[in-house]
């Protein structure tokens, strides 16, 4: 069964850390690029991150910039999103997809999107 699966979410402290990770199943996540997405309550779907299939090459939003870090382990199947210095308008639910036609020299859109993980929660909140 082809499947994405995200973990690392949680409650966290306004400047406080977490490290998401998407996990593949069922296909090797290294044929893909693979993109972070967000949706905070009662707004759309955003691209936060981008990395291209070996990790050569990133792409950030500029509200994450200089505080997210996106890195991918092809042997364990994983990609990584580490948050640092998280704010109050970083809560979301935070989304890993496989993408398709695209190369990470942008901020992927979910029309780039081939497939979808379930989401994590992130909450940051004092």
């Known amino acids: 069964q082809v499947q994405l699966v995200e973990s690392g979410g949680g409650p966290v402290q306004p400047g406080g850390s977490l490290r998401l990770s998407c996990a593949a199943s069922g296909f090797t996540l290294g044929d893909y690029r693979i993109g972070w997405f967000r949706q905070a309550p009662g707004k759309e779907r955003e691209g936060v991150s981008c990395i291209s299939r070996v990790g050569a090459s990133t792409y950030y939003a500029d509200s994450v910039k200089g505080r997210f870090t996106i890195s991918r382990d092809n042997a364990k199947n994983t990609v990584y999103l580490q948050m640092n210095s998280l704010k109050r308008d970083d809560t979301a639910v935070y989304y890993c997809?496989?993408?398709?036609?695209?190369?990470?020299?942008?901020?992927?859109?979910?029309?780039?999107?081939?497939?979808w993980g379930q989401g994590t929660q992130v909450t940051v909140s004092s």
């Open positions: 997809a496989t993408l398709i036609g695209f190369s990470c020299n942008r901020l992927p859109r979910t029309e780039n999107v081939q497939s």
